[in-house]
């Protein structure tokens, strides 16, 4: 199923770079964006699978092929209206963005507020070798009023009314906000986490031609049908990722691009200890189409379920920052002796690894970064898409980490005979180059180099 995916992926694409060549905005080409993006926003609907799923010749492939291309000419937004938005943003940046002057050796991108404290000790190593830190905010929203550091919201450029400028509008003015950080930026070091969002590509790409370089630390994992389209053809100078495993599989999709294995900072290298039975559910947030509200929730019934079957075993349900777990369920299931709720709010992640001897999920990568506690990964299939991590997990791994809710209790109890502690660290070393410190040394090396 993902190589037909990936078949529609490559012929769509192919089909309109053709029709689009290209289109130079201010130094960037826009038109690959243009395109990797609106293949951002349908490759992995539901609906889609299900056509492709469905398909069983060629030529029905490239009539969907045709169907998509065609949807990609829709039609623009008024000019008036465009031009309007642009020149008041652009006023409106000049009057409340306040970007003062730095001297400032590397500045971290900030599209989420969650990175704050994940490039927090990076940051403080860098300054520990004498490197000064600062951030750069994309939206004001991305604040975080308890972070105290300087950041800078930079003002945007005046908008050129170019050729492509409407009809590419969706990029031209991200190009626009992008070159109001370049008078901060230049002869500087950038470091972006993730490295998916169109905002982080322009400036991978502006990077090249403005004296800048680019580095992006991996944050997340693959959890849909296919890849997000802006995981692939990275412009930056790195990509710094956690492990063989990961950089392995990143490879395909950015062939040009320098990724290098350094570990991953935010976990520890634990001793791993003998652990009794007890089963961690890791409750996730909504997922687009690919996990909907009413998936978690069943994944939330099933875990609870799963306590019932397996008396003898303790059931860990952690909720998630971004999905409550609602309190009728939690009521529901109160009867039921060895079920333990885990409130993210009153249970660090660490807590609830240090207990666990397997880690389920539907497709986090939680799941993945429970090895370095000494948990079992495991995932589960609360629907029929066929989730990309499943698939490269079942390709790489001697042992099953991906079941059903039929096999999912036989899973257990096959795997509860298996000698797994030699398997798990072997793994874990696959996964995470380094941990913690040392993970943390090899950044900052690649950072400086």
Known sequence: MTEKIEQFYQSLYQELQSKLGSCIYKDVDVIPMTIQFYLNTIINSKALVNQIQQLSNEDEMQLLVERYFEGFFKPKSNKFKLISQDIF?????????????????????ITNKKF????????????????????????????DSNNTDKKHLPKSDFPSFSKGYFEHHNFTT???????FLPLLKNKKLIVIEGDLESQHILGLLGSKNNFETYCLQWGF?????????????????????????????????PQLNIISCGHPSLKDNEVFEKGKVILFAVQKKF?????????????????????????????????????????????????????????????????FDEAKYCV????TVSLESIAYGCYPLYVKINELPLQIHELLSK????????DSENFIAGIQHLETQHLKNYLADFKNKLYKNLGTAALNAIVSELNT
Do not use: C
């Open 288 to 352: 687009g189409e690919h996990i909907t509200t009413q998936d978690v929730l069943d994944f939330i019934h099933f875990a609870a379920k799963t306590a019932k079957q397996m008396p003898d075993y303790k059931i860990i349900i952690r909720s998630h920052p971004d999905f409550e777990i609602p309190q009728n369920i939690q009521q529901e299931y109160q009867s039921v002796q060895n079920i333990i709720w885990h409130d993210y709010k009153n249970f660090s992640l660490n807590q609830s």
């Open 174 to 180: 991200l190009v626009d906000r992008a070159n109001g």
């Open 89 to 109: 943003r652009y006023f409106y940046h000049l009057l409340f963005h306040k970007t003062q002057k730095s001297n400032a050796d590397f500045f971290v991108f």
């Open 116 to 143: 704050f404290s994940y490039s927090k000790p990076i940051k403080e190593a860098l300054e520990q070798q004498g490197k000064k830190v600062e951030f750069l905010l994309w939206d004001k929203n991305d604040a």
């Open 361 to 364: 999920s539907i497709s986090s």
């Open 222 to 254: 693959f959890g849909k049908t296919a890849t997000k389209p802006g995981w692939r053809n990275m412009p930056f100078d790195k990509f710094l990722v956690w492990g063989d495993f990961f950089e392995a599989n990143f490879k395909p999709y950015n």
């Open 396 to 403: 790489n791994s001697n042992h099953q980490h991906v079941f």
